[in-house]
């Protein structure tokens, strides 16, 4: 069994286009099930493909994970992800949002109470 960061490449690339934003707002917890809303967003996003996981860095233990459909933008917080050749982001997703997963990851946050947590990256786990 391999760890994630030998599956998954962590994707930085910052874009201002809004061709398809989404935010944590529109990710259901636990599900990663796509929430439409009518909100519009500002500042740089990450780039991502259809395929790619988004993952919801602040609170963890909400498990907001979403394969994306489609191409787009990440706007906010998220750790967005591509699987390595091979890899099926069906099950990728399938694993993060596996409760033991989102523990491990929750118990690696840390920062001040009441504000955003700064959570290590899952790729580590």
């Not at 201002?16 to 500042?43: M, Q, V, Y």
């Not at 602040?58 to 394969?67: C, Q, T």
Request: charged share 25%; net charge negative; no cysteine.
């Amino acid at each position: 069994m391999k760890r994630l960061k030998h599956n998954l490449r962590l994707l930085t690339e910052k874009t201002d286009r809004r061709d398809h934003p989404i935010a944590l707002e529109n990710i259901e917890g636990w599900t990663g099930r796509f929430i439409p809303t009518e909100t519009e967003f500002e500042g740089e996003g990450i780039a991502f493909n259809e395929g790619d996981i988004l993952f919801g860095k602040l609170r963890p233990y909400l498990a907001k994970a979403h394969r994306a459909e489609s191409s787009g933008e990440a706007v906010g917080d998220f750790h967005v992800m591509r699987p390595t050749t091979g890899i099926d982001s069906r099950f990728v997703q399938y694993q993060i949002l596996n409760r033991e997963f989102i523990a491990i990851v929750d118990g690696s946050t840390f920062g001040l109470e009441n504000a955003p947590a700064q959570v290590g990256s899952p790729l580590a786990v």
